[in-house]
């Protein structure tokens, strides 16, 4: 067989290589995990960053309070919320720059970039970095480091360069190298405006970038991040004049301002705009004349531009409808004055005309219930709630719009698309989501769909509280679809080891058989011949010898016998589950060779496909059974039987012969290898023997049952049925 | 025949086992009538005796290392050397009778024989008779009446025994998969059995493969 041969010789080779592919498949990966961790914790992973907002998309940014939209291809926070934060690039980033285009949209407070950022929360300060913004409420370039504390350097203009004004693009650079962060602002129409840096030994030393506004709002566009050296810096730090503000200060920074104190307003700078005696509390314009319109004033703070201008007070909201307004930031008080229409749960304000008091920090929300919100208690007024999202879809006018169910009410929650895309990719169906929006009863807005919609400031008025139950029926169909092939999978498995297990069991018991062939049986051959030779030599005269010749020959040759049936049990049947019974027909058969034993088999009950190892354990033991009645039984006939039920199998092999009375005889070492065989599966072994009736050997195996992914609805029904059954009959 | 009825008759012993050997010839030396000229281990000793002497039986084992029985008994039918054949195995398997049988044993005995079975059958085949005793005449009677298998087809039988697959097979006698797979179907017909696995177990049953090779 040379064939096998080399398939063996070949094998240590192939394993050789089999380790060594393993080997290097490992490695590689260790490597590639090493590569991209690196890659991701790089200090340079990501840079340069250009902005998107021209096309409309900030996905990659975090909003940390603030109303930040996209509008026109500029980031924009309308809201006079301090401390608003949007936040993008890795916690790696070391020595980098930032640059961007700043406009302010109000009075009395700052916008700019914050760089090395990390620890981010809501909150004025609320993050560890350092920011810089221009102020116009002093005039000033604002450099500082915060810690969930401020510690700023101020720096003025100098003289002549004129005020920082709203609505007018500045430039702004801000530079981190190692201990170093210097920032420079530049106006379009003056050149250099101001620089200013500071020196920090204990610096934060790597962290993200943002945006950041504080009480004017603002808007940011061609954000440019990208890896700072030596040069970048001594450059920067050549623009910052020698005289003047202080240029280059050192830690700790020269003030430190409280952080959260509402600005008090420049003297003499800003003429404080007085609130006029006349207005009156927003609940109280419903009270109004529906005949006769009247004029009214009322005092609030905006809490929505956009579609409309909703104003509210302590006592209520107002819709003001095409206001005679300058442009206006969630968060600003005003004076309104205009026409009161009063509706049945709140007023509107026509031709209206606005005045902008101050800024001050947006209303929070008031946190009401759907079943409340559609009352139309809180029509026009400022409220959280939560639902679970139903639909989405894109609105009108760039418009985002999601159906909410809370409880038994439905409502509607819209707003302008602004950077809201990626949350509306990501908002999943049945999410459990918390809104805040101006409430609305308007069928303007309703179309007497819903009770009420939501008119939400900015996509980060909705926050995703949990996402959708994972068990909805396509990943319940899945995970069953999954069960079902891990388990026919490990039956499967299972049943393979079991045949590799069976199949080294026989290529031993054939290795045995050989060996015992090859020794035992050839020396009881050789021996037997050897007493016949003696016997010839013996004269007959000597009765005692030859019978006692007679008796070692009768000892050799019944050895041998046993050493042939040994063998000849030890050798590789033909096996298959359903012919147990035909095989040991077979079997019994070429036992009684030339002999008158009838042999009768029987099969009852419906014939079943066992495992491998039960059909050849029952085999073993018919056989020793089987063998065991012709050896010694001397019996006229031998039955098999083999009887199915549902989870069991009886098989029987009965004898007419002697039968045996006593223990001890050379039949013990037979019955103690069935007893083993039998509790190897294990089975119920039972051997009944009785001098005059013959012996009887009687097993009972358990089956397992049969699951198989088609069979088991099947053997379910037939179980159901038996249960049903045995209960009537109960 | 090298000498006429009243002589002895000249026996030659193959058997690889010694204690078999030296129990046979004690026994037959015992026998009036009967010589053993020599007892050899291995096939190719016993033709390089039959070379030399002239003999009239010779009792062979099957199973021996090198040569085996049914080679042996080829080799001698070949040389033409005028020597009856009886085969004294452990085997009794369909497959080693008939083997046996076709290539010229005139006698077939199992070594659990008894001393005058064995003394019957060295007599009968020397007057020209088989000795063939009745359970083993009635295996070859049910082998005779099964179709042979080629010897191609016994390649891939063996092939197959050691669990090779069909492409194995194909490509270890570099043949294509279709003509290895159309050897499986004759072989599964051949044999009146379902499958490859029955088709190996039953050919390691039956003795037409020998998985110790």
Redesign the interface.
Known sequence: ?G??NA?LKLLPKQRRLRFLFVLIVVVLTALMLAWMLGYLHSPSHGLPYHDSFASGHASEWRALGGTWAVVDGVMRNDSDERGAKLITGSTYWRNYSIEADVMLLGQDGDAGLIIRSSDEEEGVDSYMGYYAGLRNRDNSLVLGHADHGWMETLNYPDPGQGRIQTYQWYHLELLAYEGKIAASATSPSQGTLTSSAITEKDCVTSGRVGLRSYASGGAWKNVAVRPATQEDLKAMLATIPSHGGPAVSSSPAVSRETPGVAPTAAPGKRQLSRSATNTQPIDSLRLSSFSNPTTATVQGVVILTNPALFVQDSTGGVSVPHPNAPPLKIGDEVEVTGEVHPGNFSSTLEHATVRVLWARNPLPAVSVSASQAATGAFDENFIELEGTLRTKSYGPDNTLQFDFESGSQVFRAITNRGRGDALFDNLKVNSLVRLRGICVVDPAYTRNLTPFVLLLRSSDDLKILAGPPWWNTGNLVVTLIGLLALASASIFLHSRVENWRLRAVMDER?RLA?EM??TL??????????????R??IPTDMPGTHHQLDLASDLV?HS??EA?RSIAIL??????SGNLLAALESCAHKMV??GAVQVVATCNGDMRTMPLRTTDTLYRIGQEAIANAVRHARPTAITISLEYERNLVHMVVADDGTGFAESGNLRGFGLRGMRKRAATIPADLQIVTNPSHGTRVQITATLPPPITIFTWPRFLWKYLKELTHVQRAG | MSSGPDSNIRILIVDDHPVVRAGLASMLATQPGIEVADSVSSGEEALDVLQRQSLDIVLLDLRMPGMNGIDTLVAIKRTAIPVHVIVLTSYETDEDIYRAVNSGAKGYLLKNSSQRQVVEAIRAVRAGNRYIPRHIASRLAERMTRSNLTARELEVLKLLTKGLTNKQIASALGISDNTARNHINSIIEKLEVSDRTEASTTAIQRGIIDVDE
């Not at chain 1, 050798?571 to 298959?576: A, T, Y």
């Open positions: 067989m064939v096998g398939t054939a050989h062939h090859d049986a050839q020396s009881f051959a050789g021996i037997g011949f050897q007493l016949e030779a003696v010839n030599g040759h041998h016998e042939r050798r590789p049947e033909p096996l298959q060779e030339g």
